[in-house]
């Protein structure tokens, strides 16, 4: 696709229930980051992968939190048992990975908002 | 380990003033520094990076800004602001063999008319 792709845009869960948020990145990017953005705070890393791998998860909040890839293109970040300081939106980007990495621009999607009541 | 600091959480300017939002870094290596845009209720947009040559970086809507190495800073600048410009901004900084993007607490900048 044209951009990075999320979904759902909006998600409205109880506490307790798991859900999952889905990203589709830009078609070719091999790389995929997840960052957290709660109100009034910032942007806190969760994870990042390279292909189908994760070398980088350090910013996972808990084992409440995973995510995978699958075929180098969409990902999918699941929270089991929600907790209400779990709401936030929800941010995947993707980028290339040419010889030069750390140049790459990263795209960012228009998140997924999570709210657990 | 990456730090990226911006001193202010708003910053007022009236229309048709020149704008300048600060960030400086604090990293181990060459640093690949970028700035971003949140619009309400929007995901975050790529305005513009520096990855090396030129210090001066040109980039979206009429942006740019100054890497200065000295001063470890890579302030945000525009000649002449619009309301539309009213936005959250990230600063952000990567170095070579971390992949992650690390970023700065943002800006809060308010154009009035």
């Known amino acids: 696709g044209a951009g990075v792709s999320q979904s759902p845009s909006n998600k409205v869960t109880e506490k307790g229930k798991d859900v999952e948020l889905r990203c589709d990145p830009i078609s070719g990017h091999t790389a995929l980051y997840w960052y957290r953005q709660s109100l009034g705070q910032g942007l806190e890393f969760l994870i990042y992968?390279?292909?189908?791998?994760?070398?980088?998860k350090s910013g996972l909040p808990s084992d409440r939190f995973s995510a995978e890839r699958t075929g180098g293109s969409v990902s999918t970040l699941t929270i089991q048992r929600t907790q209400q300081e779990d709401s936030a939106v929800y941010l995947c980007a993707s980028s290339q990975r040419p010889r030069e990495q750390a140049g790459n621009t990263i795209y960012f999607g228009e998140g997924s908002w999570l709210t657990v009541v | 380990a990456q730090s990226v600091a911006q001193p202010e959480d708003q910053v007022n300017v009236a229309e048709g003033n020149p704008l300048t939002v600060k960030c400086t870094y604090s990293v181990s290596g060459n640093p690949y520094l970028f700035w971003y845009v949140q619009y309400p209720n929007r995901g975050l947009q790529f305005l513009l990076k520096?990855?090396?040559?030129?210090?001066l970086v040109k980039g979206s809507y009429g942006f740019e800004a100054e890497f200065n190495k000295s001063q470890t800073s890579f302030h945000l600048k525009k000649p002449s602001a619009l309301v539309s410009d009213s936005a959250l901004y990230f600063c952000?900084?990567?170095?070579?063999?971390?992949?992650?993007?690390?970023f700065g607490t943002g800006t809060r900048l308010l154009v009035s008319p």
């Open positions: 992968f390279q292909g189908n791998s994760a070398p980088d």
């Open positions: 952000a900084v990567r170095v070579t063999g971390f992949q992650k993007l690390v």
């Open positions: 520096y990855i090396t040559g030129d210090n």
